[in-house]
């Protein structure tokens, strides 16, 4: 077996980190946007993939190398989540100071919801009456059935129990619960079980599209790169 260069892997690590200071320079210019923080992180990710792919290059375990690359990049996707649904004030996550001494059930009854599509409705009808910023609008649905989508890759490609549709429905339910918790007893966002019900939609929609034949490819591909990348070379 030749002795690969680790040369490529590492241009392609150092394009993914450069990804990365992209968002930093904008913060400090003030101002960072959601679409920039997901485009650096997409960027970033094909880097990592991609440096992960040309490390396997004569490796002997290609697909504990990949599965180490993918878990560095489901890392960098949950720090993303954690930031827009924590702290990203183009979300309005900043705490309020109006917050700050209310106690938790006061706050939970202006920002709480236990009523299913209450609030999906109420903002379809403000939308319709003309109320209603239809890119805000937009931006809330698919965000929230976007936000916790990606599990349904990293998940059964980390972890092989995931697989199941039942174990990834209790994984990703507990994580989405979590953070809405999380957000009310920190008063950065409010506890609503729309946001649930679209959050694991959302998800459960993208492990369906993974589950069919393309999907489990897509996966496999994911795993094991393009030959030019992956085959040991004797």
């Given amino acids: 077996m030749k002795k690969y260069s680790k040369v490529p892997s590492a241009v392609l690590y150092a394009l993914g980190a450069a990804s990365l200071a992209v968002p930093f320079f904008f913060v400090s210019h003030g101002y960072v946007s959601a679409l920039i923080q997901l485009a650096a992180l997409t960027a970033a990710s ?31 996707y949950l720090a993303l989540l954690v930031n827009f649904t924590f702290f990203d004030g183009n979300f309005g996550r900043a705490a309020e100071e109006r917050f700050s001494s209310m106690s938790l059930s006061e706050y939970f009854e202006q920002r709480g919801n236990l009523v299913p599509f209450r609030t999906v409705s109420r903002m379809t009808k403000a939308l319709i009456a003309g109320n209603y910023n239809a890119s805000h609008y937009a931006v809330n649905i698919a965000g929230n059935l976007a936000a916790f989508a990606p599990f349904a890759l990293f998940l059964p490609l980390l972890f092989k129990k995931c697989g199941k549709l039942v174990v990834f429905f209790a994984a990703t339910s507990a994580a989405i619960l979590a953070v809405e918790i999380c957000q009310l007893l920190l008063r950065v966002g409010s506890f609503d079980v729309d946001d649930y019900i679209l959050n694991i939609l959302g998800a459960l929609i993208l492990f369906g599209i993974l589950a069919t034949k393309a999907g489990k490819k897509l996966k496999a591909r994911i795993m094991d790169p393009p030959n030019k990348y992956s085959k040991n070379r004797s």
């Fill in 46 to 76: 094909v880097f990592i993939w991609l440096g992960g792919a040309a490390y396997c290059r004569g490796a002997e375990k290609p697909d504990t190398i990949m599965r180490r690359h993918v878990a560095v990049i489901f890392a960098l």
